[in-house]
């Protein structure tokens, strides 16, 4: 029988982790409620996730370990509404601004898309950072005022609020601190108990892959997917997966406001054909998985998307037609040689912009609207001695200096032809678990 003790309890799984063996539904159920309590300590959970880093979970560990984030918080229900729900998640890449162009552009097809997002942490953008370059735009929103907002626009951008998955919020600042993010149990949990916990009736997960991403190698990232889509399934959410390229930094923009600007071009029938390609196989995932058979090529092409973006931002505060900031341009990166451009590092691209200010290092850090990198060139292409390939952009000159270090090594050219790169390496749903 279980201690009754919640000290003693964490403890012995810890123990047990350990020893690699199987925890039991309630034990887990009871140790995260005792750390949401303040009855488990940081030094006992750290040490458990530690364990649980170096020994994995089954799927039934894992399927536990989610239902008592979800059970920690409130359950949104959303099945009042009148569209079909789709989100989609993204684990995160450099440039990736997919998300503002997607969910109004499946909202303007006839879905409903409720997309609780993040701030970024690290490397990697977060969409509400983004957002936040729009002046007025508010991330923060009641649970009533989202759903209004979902059932009259058809889809929303905002934090998550806390009492959706609470503890998650606990474990996510603990992992942060002890070096324990990068368990595939873990990250899974943590990404599916919010989605559940929102509500959505199907997900579409953009599952990054390369040097820009969380899993630089292909075969984890495929088993991150399948682990988050057999939790869809065991609640019922219809969750299907892409696994996507993040090698390069995806479109020509990586930063706050400059990637919004981008998105913006990308919704009014413009923007890189690579961004445009992805969001529409994306779009076309979404509403295929909720029966809808719109044309996402067609609401691009017509304005409606931007019509639908520009109704969710008015929504929450912030005005579409208003002038974007501005950074100065601090450096330009020309090539070093005639060649084929075969490099354009996601993760130093990514590294340099956050060392600009686009990014935090830690939770509470500001980010500046402003930082960021423009690349002038793609992977692939042929470029010139002394062509400009990156501008990095900012407010702080002081900060160039980390920047440049960041790019060092960044840039590849050579006299062959560059391999061929695909955006989508592969597709996942429910009929690939084992
Ligand atoms: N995003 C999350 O929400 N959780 C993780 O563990 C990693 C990325």
Known sequence: MSPSDPGVLALELILAKRRNEQLGSHDIESVLAGYLLGTVGEA????LLMAICWRGMSPSEVNAWTEAMISSGMRQDLSGLSRPTVDKHSTGGVGDKVSLVLVPLVAACGAAVPQLSGRGLGHTGGTLDKMESIPGWRAVLGPEE????LEEVGCVICAAS???APVDRRLYALRDVTG?????PLIASSIMSKKVAEGTRALLLDVKVGSGAFMADREEAR???LTMIGIGQAYGVDTRAVLTDMDAPLGMAVGNAVEVAEAIDTLRGGGPPELRQLVLEEAGEMLHMVGLEADPAAALDDGR??????EMVRAQGGDPEAAL???????????SSDGFLHRLDARSIGLAAWQLGAGRARAEDPVSKVAGALCSARRGEWVVKGQPLLQLVGDEPARLEHALQALEGAITISPSPAPEHVQILERLGPEDLA
Do not use: C, H
């Not at 324990?180 to 595939?184: A, D, G, L, P």
């Open 44 to 47: 006992q959970m750290a040490a």
């Open 146 to 149: 989202m759903a209004g907002i």
């Open 162 to 164: 806390p009492d959706l």
């Open 180 to 184: 324990t993010v990068e368990s595939i």
């Open 223 to 225: 088993r991150l997917a």
């Open 305 to 310: 998307a931007w019509q639908k973006f520009s």
């Open 325 to 335: 900031p501005r950074g100065d341009t601090l450096a330009t990166i020309s090539a």
